[in-house]
């Protein structure tokens, strides 16, 4: 089932579909960051965290607000996630938003350096065209800067798929006061740094996709 084809909408949002979708389940007990016990309902019968759902929704629908906001205001998201899981959905939801996104490396100092990493985005398609390069540097030129290609300036806001191992970008942002919309599950660790949270099951792509589809949704919207 292609939840993009259902065409779940933002304004449906419920907590029966936080439920439907496996969005509550957290990470083992274990492994929990227990900062994180405040939004915890409790565990279930195999030891998974379980999330407060009263406590996600209006946490999900603050930062969907904020992404409508930007929408409205015809501001980028820079859509972030790096490792291998994140990378198809990253490059899905910036499509389908017509955002700018990193799926590969971020490029260190992409937003303390942008006076300088612009102009390398700038030249990037002559760069293709002009250079004799190998197919390898080729690829990893497009790796590198294909997402950021459409960056005209600084993002209003960044969007996090994997806290865990973007850390770098929540450190340049916040340098910045670069708001951060982040997808976090209880064994995340900075998630008080977060200005948007949105409280899911990290380890589920349905959840993920869930949350992506809301994301597709705020950016349809006219």
């Known amino acids: 089932m292609s939840l993009l084809k259902k065409k779940i909408s933002s304004s449906l949002l419920g907590k029966e579909h936080l439920f439907h979708f496996k969005n509550h389940l957290g990470s083992r007990q274990i492994f929990r960051n227990r900062e994180m016990d405040e939004y915890l309902?409790?565990?279930?019968?195999?030891?998974?965290?379980?999330?407060?759902?009263?406590?996600?929704?209006?946490?999900l629908q603050r930062a969907?607000?904020?992404l409508g906001r930007i929408h409205k205001a015809n501001q980028q998201v820079l859509f972030v996630g790096t490792n291998v899981k994140s990378r198809k959905l990253?490059?899905?939801?910036?499509?389908?938003?017509?955002?700018?996104?990193?799926?590969?490396r971020w490029i260190k100092?992409?937003?303390?350096?942008?006076?300088?990493?612009?102009?390398?985005?700038?030249?990037?398609?002559?760069?293709?065209?002009?250079?004799?390069?190998?197919?390898?540097n080729k690829y990893k030129l497009e790796q590198t800067f294909e997402g950021v290609s459409s960056l005209k300036s600084l993002p209003s806001a960044i969007f996090l798929i994997d806290l865990k191992v973007n850390q770098e970008v929540l450190v340049e942002a916040k340098k910045l006061n670069i708001p951060i919309i982040a997808i976090v599950d209880n064994?995340?660790?900075?998630v008080h740094e977060i200005d948007y949270p949105i409280f899911s099951n990290t380890e589920s792509v349905l959840s993920l996709f869930f949350i992506i589809s809301l994301v597709i949704d705020i950016f349809n919207k006219k």
């Open 64 to 66: 969907l607000n904020f």
């Open 187 to 190: 064994n995340s660790n900075f």
């Open 109 to 136: 100092g992409l937003l303390t350096n942008w006076e300088n990493i612009c102009s390398s985005i700038k030249f990037y398609p002559l760069f293709l065209r002009k250079l004799d390069l190998s197919k390898k």
């Open 90 to 104: 990253i490059k899905l939801i910036a499509q389908k938003t017509n955002q700018p996104y990193v799926q590969r």
């Open 41 to 59: 309902y409790g565990f279930d019968h195999l030891s998974n965290s379980v999330f407060d759902v009263a406590k996600m929704t209006p946490i």
